[in-house]
């Protein structure tokens, strides 16, 4: 069974196979909607305040060697047209360790009285760690049969559009328009036999929500992020969250073909918001995890004589 689950967390993290060429996919949030910024480097900026996020997930708690992320990003207006941001990401899968590390820039253009149409772009670097060292170590080690060290660094470049007012937006973005191969054949010993190849393929992103005032206390926001990748299915991520008293937030969200979600989050402060969500899945895998977990710490700075007149809910 742990040849199996092997197998699987290869295939599914990281893309691997020693037949075929599959995509390397980004690290998915199922609170994304609270930091775009990881995949839409127009977002920096946008919330017109100095605000930092950190964000930790486990994936399928309770099988060895699945993925575990940490997500940290601050973004900041400059002036009233310029965001700048920063965004750094670990991704941990099995033998497989990811970095990216990004900085954003962005520029906002008054396109209505009350709406904003943001262009953004980002540089940076991804760092791929790849050793079978750390499965011949763990609970896999009489099931590895390639050893496996890869340590590359490749850059990233990206570019995304944000359209938003008070209640609504909608973004386009590709966080990388570069193709990146990570290995092949020459990276493998002892499997003559293998023909592996991993590559970084272009990931296209588009998200939109609403808020609607159903009270003066309460408010509803449904969302969409949709997510094409060559050589992977559509993903389709949807989800509804109400704002009660702007201060408490209640959701689900649904994971096209793979989970369920719920999603609790608390505005502690006008600066500090504290969420939290859990996964059920929906696949062949449920039976051998206890689903994932997620959560996050949001910390904003604005003027103290200003406060934050106008709470937005993304």
């Not at 199996?4 to 893309?15: P, R």
């Not at 540089?123 to 099931?143: E, K």
């Not at 994971?255 to 996964?279: E, K, P, T, V």
Request: aromatic share 14%; glycine share 8%; hydrophobic share 40%.
């Amino acid at each position: 069974m742990k040849k199996i689950f092997a197998t699987v967390l290869v295939l599914t993290a990281f893309g691997f196979c020693t037949v075929s060429v599959n995509a390397q996919q980004d690290a998915q949030y199922t609170q994304y909607m609270y930091n775009p910024l990881s995949v839409n480097p127009a977002y920096a900026g946008s919330r017109d305040v100095l605000s930092i996020i950190g964000l930790y997930r486990t994936q399928w708690v309770g099988l060895d060697g699945a993925p575990t992320t940490m997500n940290f990003g601050l973004h900041s207006p400059v002036g009233k047209k310029v965001g700048l941001g920063l965004n750094v990401t670990r991704d941990e899968i099995f033998i497989s360790n990811e970095t990216f590390i990004d900085a954003m820039f962005s520029y906002a253009l008054d396109v209505s009285e009350k709406g904003k149409l943001s262009l953004g772009l980002k540089a940076g670097g991804h760092i791929l760690d790849i050793n079978s060292d750390r499965a011949n170590n763990g609970p896999f080690q009489d099931d590895v049969l390639a050893e496996i060290n890869i340590n590359k660094f490749s850059p990233q470049v990206g570019a995304g559009a944000f359209y938003y007012t008070d209640k609504f937006y909608f973004g386009l973005s590709v966080p990388n328009v570069l193709q990146t191969e990570h290995f092949d054949t020459a990276s493998i010993s002892n499997n003559s036999n293998s023909s592996a190849t991993a590559k970084e393929r272009v990931n296209f992103y588009a998200m939109t929500g609403y808020a609607f005032d159903i009270t003066d206390n309460l408010k509803f926001k449904p969302a969409l992020l949709s997510k094409i990748v060559a050589g992977s299915p559509l993903q389709l991520d949807l989800s509804a969250n109400f704002l009660i008293h702007d201060k408490l937030t209640l959701g689900a969200a649904y994971r096209w073909s793979a989970a369920l979600s719920g999603l609790a989050g608390f505005q502690i402060s006008d600066q500090i918001m504290i969420g939290f969500a859990y996964d059920w899945e929906t696949t062949d895998l449920q039976q051998y995890n206890d689903g994932s977990y997620e959560i996050f710490l949001r910390f904003e700075l604005f003027n103290r004589s200003e406060g934050l007149k106008n709470p937005r809910f993304f």
